[in-house]
């Protein structure tokens, strides 16, 4: 059925809005729009951080996004040469679980699956190990949205989440 997302929203959006929070609707809207935004091809800057903020190194690069599932699913590809680093990407609403995510994969075979709640433009990474033993966890967040242009800075935990430290900095911009 054709939007059958919009038939369960009904009865959240009165006790949402009551609440004077946006609605499920809203966030699925959001979130679609998310992925409506990121079709196309996107030339990158990626500035590594240092632990105080400075820029330790950047790079440049290209992401491509087409629709897969329209309006809910978007594969991509990015590049960036300077690494010899390409990844698959999926980038998808979860409307049973209430998220948003996107799934990364490169030629080392790890699989990176970030996700946040449907209407948010914040997402995390699953945990990992670290080498010195102990659980890591990347935060990725979207901001400075235009049409044209958007920001991205992924932070990194060691300590469930306590504290957050700068990873790294991006900047897209559309291309064409």
Not at 78 to 100: C, H, M, Q, W
Not at 120 to 137: A, D, F, I, M, V
Request: one cysteine or more; proline letters at 3%.
């Amino acid at each position: 059925m054709k939007n059958s997302w919009l038939i369960p929203c009904v009865v959240i959006l009165a006790s949402a809005a009551s609440a004077g929070e946006r609605s499920d609707r809203e966030r699925m809207g959001h979130s679609v729009s998310q992925l409506r935004s990121s079709i196309g091809k996107w030339s990158t800057v990626t500035e590594f951080l240092n632990p105080d903020g400075s820029v330790a190194g950047a790079v440049k690069g290209t992401y491509e996004f087409s629709w897969v599932v329209s309006d809910r699913v978007v594969a991509g590809k990015s590049d960036i040469p300077d690494l010899k680093r390409t990844a698959g990407i999926l980038f998808y609403v979860n409307e049973k679980d209430r998220t948003i995510e996107m799934v990364s994969v490169g030629a080392d075979g790890k699989l990176w699956i970030m996700t946040g709640p449907l209407g948010e433009e914040t997402r995390h990474s699953q945990e990992y190990e670290l080498p010195g033993g102990g659980k890591g966890q990347l935060r990725f967040t979207r901001y400075n949205v235009t049409e044209d242009s958007f920001e991205s800075k992924m932070e990194l935990t060691e300590d469930g989440g306590k504290t957050w430290k700068a990873g790294n900095h991006q900047v897209f911009r559309r291309l064409g």
